[in-house]
């Protein structure tokens, strides 16, 4: 078990602050999302990731999810868990873009029960975009860059 020592060496990740986030969206739990013990399964924060962070990009109009020429495939994906969530319960996920490169974006995102000044459960996902058609990694398009800019921290 070589590995394990490896997991147990790494900091343990932390909860971050509302001030962390560049941007909001408050999200209403559902009955379905609450598992046998109680508490949001973990499935479901992976659904928040993708609600908030593209509802953001349709508004933003860098997403056009019927008709857009490029589309954001995820490559990688991960979350770290600090407290639960529950139905009923409102949760607010702030996001933000940690890296902006030239055909991919890191988005990170932090929910947060509404109210609450630290997350309940933070991570990231990988966008690549790619050609709708041929689905091969293109260029961000500007206006996605635009929309993305006021996102961007370090």
């Not at 020592?5 to 971050?16: F, G, K, V």
């Not at 602050?17 to 559902?30: D, L, Q, V």
């Not at 659904?47 to 020429?69: K, R």
């Not at 990688?76 to 139905?87: D, G, I, K, V, W």
């Amino acid at each position: 078990m070589a590995g394990m020592s490896d997991l147990s060496s790494s900091p343990r990740p932390s909860p971050q602050p509302r001030t962390a986030y560049a941007a909001f969206r408050s999200i209403s739990t559902r009955w379905m999302d609450n598992d046998v013990y109680g508490h949001v399964n973990n499935v479901v924060y992976y659904s928040w990731f993708d609600t908030a962070v593209n509802a953001y990009l349709i508004e933003q109009g860098a997403l056009d999810i019927h008709a857009g020429g490029t589309i954001g495939l995820v490559v990688e994906t991960q979350c770290n868990y600090f407290a639960p969530l529950a139905f009923p319960q409102k949760v607010d996920a702030g996001i933000r873009v940690a890296r902006l490169g030239g055909s991919s974006v890191r988005y990170e995102v932090g929910l947060f029960a509404q109210g609450e000044p630290l997350t309940a459960a933070a991570g990231h996902f990988v966008h690549v975009y790619v050609d709708r058609q041929t689905r091969r990694p293109v260029p961000l398009p500007q206006q996605l860059r635009d929309a993305l800019q006021p996102l961007l921290r370090s």
